[in-house]
């Protein structure tokens, strides 16, 4: 009995091993010369692509910033750069040079959709993006001394748009990544960086507990040092380093940590392209558009690449940009390529896994069917049944404690004017008797 589960332990190990060692050893991009994009089988006829917004002043500086002054941010917090609005009009132009064939010089809203996040440099980077991907031409320009034409840029609120931002509430999410930070492994990762943590916060004033703590101030010294404003002197212990960086890197990763965490986080974006794709190859897509921008953020780039299975851990650098291409084969079988861009170099196709470079679009939703959300909103719903004891004790034991006040304050106020009614009866009769 204990021999044969020995047995099979050993023989799990040995496959866990194997199977790590493969996924360190397969190499995500494919060989630069046989899959160049014009190489890949089938003609291109639709692109969703996602970028991240161009160059950004600090969101929040901390507490013993020395840069924590409007006077050295004139865009105001968070807010795009020119550095960034020409980062964007160059990723357009680029944009039209690779996708010339699928869209023409002039705009139509037939042909292409563009959809932000409501924050401003997403908002911004999409329109300095717009004016490299469409310069007005012929009966296009509008006033001769400015080569640009107003294009629409579609967005929903943060806390309603959860295909985006992916910014509303998920109660079962929230109930996950709170399960992720308790586990074992995350509360050993936390005790690793326990003294790195413990030093940021002394020395940033503000408290660094979890990796996107540590992420968001390891972003205000990186914009600070692209800046070339000098940094405090204690940071030169920690900035830099691999394990700080490491650590504010995983914080991308911990977002989708779990196929659960990807499903509800960034499911319902691949759900919405896949769907794109399939009714484009039905012929179901009102109006037949030919390409799809997604304007939003590093999360955005780190989430879906994660759920797909495709993400090398790093931070998303500014215009880091997805292409998700339908091809058609001589068959008509569609094709799904995959690019990320995240370097002024030509990007190479991702392989995906378990499916290469060229993948079936319904193989591909068959290998994220585990990310692809039925309806989000009842999955991200959590019943009192659903929960842990610890979990439904404050909510629903107050809950029951007030009610039950209430009750017995409601019976006593319906006694006492019962009694007070029966005392005023008593005496209304005697006194008509008198
Ligand atoms: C953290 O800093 C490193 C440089 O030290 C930089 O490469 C990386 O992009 C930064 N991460 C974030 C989230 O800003
Ligand atoms: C670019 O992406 C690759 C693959 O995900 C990653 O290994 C690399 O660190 C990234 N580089 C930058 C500068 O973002």
């Not at 640009?148 to 806390?159: C, D, G, L």
């Not at 000098?230 to 911990?254: D, H, I, M, Q, R």
């Not at 495709?310 to 084969?329: K, Q, V």
């Amino acid at each position: 009995m204990w021999n044969q589960l020995a047995l099979i332990l050993v023989l799990l190990i040995c496959v866990l091993l194997l199977g790590i060692g493969n996924a360190l050893h397969a190499k995500p991009y494919a060989d630069t010369e046989v899959y160049r994009g014009e190489t890949l089988p089938g003609d291109l006829k639709f692109v969703h692509v996602i970028f991240r917004h161009g160059d950004r002043t600090p969101v929040d500086p901390y507490p013993t910033d020395p840069y924590n002054d409007l006077k050295f941010w004139s865009t105001g917090w968070g807010q795009l750069t020119n550095k960034g609005k020409m980062q964007h009009y160059e990723l357009g132009k680029w944009l039209r040079n690779r996708y010339g064939s699928l869209l023409s010089a002039k705009y139509t809203a037939d042909e292409i959709y563009i959809q932000s996040t409501d924050v401003d440099r997403t908002l911004m980077s999409a329109q300095s993006n717009l004016a490299g991907l469409y310069k007005p031409k012929g009966a296009d320009v509008w006033n001769p001394n400015i080569p640009w034409q107003p294009i629409p840029v579609h967005t929903a609120p943060e806390n309603n748009d959860y295909i985006l931002a992916a910014k509303a509430s998920c109660p079962t999410y929230d109930y996950e990544m709170a399960a992720l930070e308790a586990s074992a492994e995350f509360q050993a990762l936390y005790s690793r960086f326990h003294d790195l943590f413990t030093y940021l916060s002394e020395n940033s004033g503000r408290q660094v507990k979890t990796f996107t703590d540590a992420s968001y101030l390891n972003n205000t010294l990186f914009i600070e040092s692209l800046n070339n404003l000098k940094l405090p002197v204690w940071t030169e212990k920690v900035y830099g380093s691999e394990e700080f960086t490491y650590a504010s890197n995983l914080a991308f990763a911990a977002m989708t940590y779990t196929r659960k965490l990807a499903r509800l986080k960034v499911g319902p974006l691949l759900k919405d392209i896949f769907d794109r794709f399939d009714h484009k190859v039905s012929g179901n897509l009102t109006p037949d558009r030919s390409a799809w921008i997604y304007s939003a953020h590093d999360t955005t780039i780190a989430n879906t690449l994660n759920a797909l299975k495709l993400f090398e851990l790093h931070s998303p650098p500014y215009a880091a940009c997805i292409m998700m291409e339908l091809r058609l084969d001589d068959n008509n079988t569609p094709l799904v390529s995959i690019f990320y861009k995240n370097t002024t170099a030509e990007p190479l196709p991702l392989v995906i896994p378990g499916c290469g470079v060229s993948c079936p679009l319904s193989k591909l939703r068959s290998l994220y069917q585990d990310v692809l959300p039925g309806d989000w909103h009842s999955e991200c719903k959590r019943t009192t049944m659903m929960m842990t004891y610890e979990e439904a004790n404050l909510s629903a034991a107050t809950g029951i404690l007030i009610l039950i006040v209430a009750c017995l304050l409601c019976a006593s106020y319906g006694l006492m004017i019962y009694y007070r009614r029966r005392n005023y009866k008593l005496y209304t009769s005697y006194a008509q008797m008198a």
